[in-house]
């Protein structure tokens, strides 16, 4: 089942190689509760049944093999009466539901949420035994004097990522200046990182046991932010060393993920630095460039049998509710 | 460390326990940052040290022992220029810095945010051998009828649980007319319930490995939800059965929660049915009337080292960032 938007291109490319090997497909959006889509769970002598409909195909929650957390809606914001309230019981009804399944989840709710804090990814990444820059978050500007005199060359970022205007717009890393005015960090946390003298940026998709990772070579000197980065150098496949690798098979344990995409930065003595990993991150554009495999190997994550569920268990197309 | 506001009588009365005990404990709410409160943490060689300040006291993150979230308020709520943006930053810092360390919690955000689903909170219980009242959760008109037949003494709740307007409503539950009329159900998920004749209501207050129930006999007949009803019965201590407090560590265990306030409906069987578990259940209107000494058990359970720490270690009060 794929819990994602109808107009999810992203998805439809995983969709092509589902529908080759001939797995069930159900794709619903919890804005379409409780329009296109519909729900029903009993719960009775200790089991319980639930069913699912969308776009006139009817599954059982009990068969579904795996859960893919793509671009999904507000529940019932699509309902012919929306309000807070309805949003709120749709969204406790189906994912309440669909969370005491045994399905695998590409990524679990709890899992995605939690993968969004940035100072816990730096934490689980040391523990992982990643390499992490020397950062400092802080709302005391007498530590961020201290640190910038012991790293002079620094970036500065937003602790949580994505300015939360509308349209939410991401914003920059920046280099800070040599004689910055640290006072304002008193009225905000404020996350200060020595700079990765970089020469290439690194962008590691993980599906499962699976590691992708893709490379593209930046110039001396140049942009910070490869988001925002007007430049000539294609993403290239690129091997992961095995240190590499083994840290973030650690760091997916320990988060709980089966899908990440991981960015790093590269110096000139070709040491990978963690710097985040998105746990919800795109991945078509590397895969058009780079020609990677992506789509299909999250085909055949999905695809897995269901723990403890047989040849014949699984599946759509259960019985009407 | 507690997170929550000044004007919670309810950790007053474990701050009591813990001062008694000479446990050092540092009180902040996040509303507070960046006034009142404020954070430092530094990455750096493969290890975090954090700090954070409140009250005009400072504590290692690494050294605390245990973290009790109670009523935390909204990250930087009470900051000088407070903004959708900053909240967002502080929120992220200070739990971001939190989730990363080694002390306990009561409860974890993750498990309490799945905590509150009420679908997965009647599968686990089920899973647990709880027993719980034949359920259905449905936007299928056809489906709520038939198990209207089945079971013609029906309650409706909410799925969700409190109607989010301003102030917020608690929904109570509510019988169903034998002849009711469910075209509606198809509008939005409805939860139906066998209704269970009961003769009291069972309120188990779980911290830990610690179990305290209290009993109120209901009036034969009488409301259908407790927190509506006017009663002259007292709350009175009461044992908790070996299945039902087996049922119960088994929950606490799959939710991953230390807190848990259980309702259970007994019938006239003197069966003990699963009604919900709400995780951050106030305790202190049994504690008045039962005289169970519940918030010197949270004390206990807050004052016990953090794993892998020795008597040495933990604790407030250290070195300045």
Redesign the interface.
């Known amino acids: 089942m794929i819990l994602t938007s109808e107009a999810d291109v992203t998805a439809d490319m995983v969709v092509v190689h589902l529908n080759d090997a001939a797995v069930p497909v159900v794709r619903l959006d919890p804005a379409d509760?409780?329009g296109g889509a519909?729900?029903?769970?009993?719960?009775?002598?200790?089991?319980?049944h639930g069913r699912l409909s969308s776009g006139g195909r009817l599954v059982s929650v009990n068969g579904l093999r795996s859960i893919w957390t793509r671009r999904p809606g507000t529940a019932?914001a699509r309902?012919?009466?929306p309000s807070?309230?309805?949003a709120?019981?749709?969204?406790?009804?189906?994912?309440?539901?669909l969370?005491?399944c045994d399905a695998r989840w590409m990524n679990h709710p709890?899992a995605a949420?939690?993968a969004?804090?940035?100072?816990?990814?730096?934490?689980?990444a040391?523990r992982c035994?990643l390499p992490?820059p020397?950062?400092?978050?802080?709302?005391?500007p007498?530590?961020a004097r201290a640190?910038a005199v012991r790293h002079p060359d620094l970036v500065v970022k937003?602790?949580?990522g994505t300015?939360?205007?509308d349209p939410p717009r991401a914003v920059p890393t920046s280099r800070v200046p040599p004689d910055a005015d640290f006072s304002a960090v008193?009225?905000?946390?404020t996350?200060l990182q020595r700079r990765i003298a970089k020469r290439a940026d690194i962008r590691l998709t993980a599906v499962g046991d699976r590691l992708l990772a893709a490379r593209k070579t930046s110039e001396p000197d140049g942009e910070v932010d490869v988001r925002f980065t007007a430049s000539d150098a294609p993403w290239c496949p690129v091997e992961v060393p095995p240190p590499v690798a083994e840290g973030v098979h650690a760091y997916l344990r320990e988060a709980e993920l089966s899908y990440g995409a991981f960015d790093f930065a590269e110096d000139a003595d070709g040491m990978w630095w963690f710097l985040e990993c998105n746990q919800s991150g795109q991945f078509g554009f590397i895969e058009v460039e780079t020609g990677q495999p992506i789509s299909r190997v999250i085909a055949e994550w999905l695809a897995r049998p269901a723990p403890g569920v047989g040849a014949a268990g699984g599946g759509a197309d259960a019985a009407a509710?």
């Open positions: 509760l409780t519909a729900l029903s769970g009993e719960y009775a002598h200790g089991s319980f019932a309902a012919a009466a807070a309230w309805l709120e019981e749709a969204e406790q009804a189906l994912y309440g539901m969370r005491g709890d949420r939690r969004r804090y940035k100072p816990w990814q730096l934490r689980v040391q035994g992490v020397a950062t400092l978050i802080t709302t005391f007498q530590a640190f937003p602790v949580s300015h939360p205007q008193a009225f905000g946390p996350l509710p």
